[in-house]
């Protein structure tokens, strides 16, 4: 079993930078590909973000592409999402995933396990 714990949402001007935290506990935790997806109001979960239990091969939505960054620290089983440039379409509720199950990473239904989510809310 897995716990996924997010953190470090909050409110910020459009153009202003956030960066968000997950840390994962459970003994295989660190071996998993871990991603992030986002929720906003009235609208399907989507693919943010993912990255590979040695750090390589990040992959990203094209719509944050090259505004966001997903690293991790497997010392400290914590993935980050650093989010620059941020637009008021940016706001949602961020979850964290791992355990990535397939190949199919931009689908939620291929991670096996989710954290409670952490609010990012871009003013305009």
């Known amino acids: 079993q897995v716990q996924l714990v997010e953190s470090g949402g909050g409110l910020v001007q459009a153009g202003g930078s956030l960066r968000i935290s997950c840390a994962a506990s459970?003994?295989?935790?660190?071996?998993?590909?871990m991603g992030w997806f986002r929720q906003a109001p009235g609208k399907e979960r989507e693919f943010v973000a993912r990255?590979?239990?040695?750090?390589?091969?990040?992959a990203y939505a094209d719509s944050v592409k090259g505004r966001f960054t997903i690293s991790r620290d497997s010392a400290k089983n914590t993935v980050y999402l650093q989010m620059n440039s941020l637009k008021p379409e940016d706001t949602a509720v961020y979850y964290c995933?791992?355990?990535?199950?397939?190949?199919?990473?931009?689908?939620?239904?291929?991670?096996?396990?989710w954290g409670q989510g952490t609010q990012v809310t871009v003013s305009s």
């Open positions: 995933a791992a355990n990535l199950r397939n190949n199919d990473y931009r689908s939620r239904t291929a991670w096996g396990y």
């Open positions: 990255i590979d239990w040695s750090a390589g091969s990040p």
């Open positions: 459970g003994r295989t935790a660190s071996s998993y590909t």
